[in-house]
């Protein structure tokens, strides 16, 4: 139990495109999912928390125009990085807290989804 | 300061032989402390929690100080397989937001 995906896996696309990225939690339902960026050699920075059917909580630095969170149901939560510049490059991992397991906080993280932009 | 601190390492460890390494964090009013462990290119698995009286879980053991602000995790009898980077996560104090430590990587060699 607890699984979460995330599609695609692997993006690589031109400077100035939109990229889609989705995390479904498979077999829980996830009323807070949460997105994060690990740029090489270094840790997990949260970027937005995602609450189903409200707008998203950006982390300070984040810009919110630019990483277009939406959470439209209990299962899945879509960041679309916007007009993508190759600084954008990052592995982005998503992660689903339920609630109804113990310990309380515990998240389960999507295989995450490598985007290159050229 | 780094809301929490990890020492990168690398950590060479011969295989059989036991490693530990500690994590401190600033926020004294954090919650919850949790190991994760990420291999090359994957997502972060979870470990173990942290819990205040310290846990072990086969060759693996938490222990949490709060008094110094720091969660350490012992690794005995090491296996290659146990390679990876571990990393130390706590929440904030307000919600349930988690904060990640840089990792220690840890590569157990024959």
């Known amino acids: 139990g607890a699984v979460v995906s995330q599609h695609p896996s692997r993006v690589i696309c031109k400077s100035g495109t939109s990229v889609k990225i989705e995390c479904r939690s498979l077999d829980f339902q996830a009323t807070t999912m949460f997105w994060y960026r690990q740029f090489p050699k270094q840790s997990l920075m949260l970027m937005a928390t995602s609450n189903e059917g409200s707008k998203a909580t950006y982390e300070q630095g984040v810009e919110k125009d630019k990483f277009l969170i939406n959470h439209a149901s209990l299962t899945l939560s879509t960041l679309t990085v916007t007009s993508a510049h190759p600084e954008d490059s990052s592995f982005y991992i998503c992660s689903a807290e339920d609630r109804d397991r113990a310990p309380y906080n515990e998240q389960f993280f999507g295989p995450g989804t490598r985007l290159t932009v050229l | 300061r780094k809301e929490v601190e990890q020492d990168p390492g690398p950590f060479n460890v011969p295989e059989g032989a036991t490693v530990a390494f500690n994590c401190t964090y600033s926020n004294s009013a954090s919650q919850s402390f949790f190991w994760y462990r990420q291999d090359c290119r994957k997502e972060p698995k979870l470990l173990m929690s942290?819990?205040?009286s310290g846990n072990e879980d086969g060759r693996f053991t938490a222990q949490l100080n709060r008094a110094s602000q720091y969660i350490s995790l012992l690794i005995r009898d090491s296996k290659l397989s146990d390679s990876a980077t571990y990393l130390c996560?706590?929440?904030?104090?307000?919600?349930?937001?988690?904060?990640f430590g840089g990792g220690t990587r840890v590569l157990v060699k024959p």
């Open positions: 996560v706590v929440n904030k104090a307000a919600g349930n937001k988690l904060t």
């Open positions: 942290v819990y205040s």
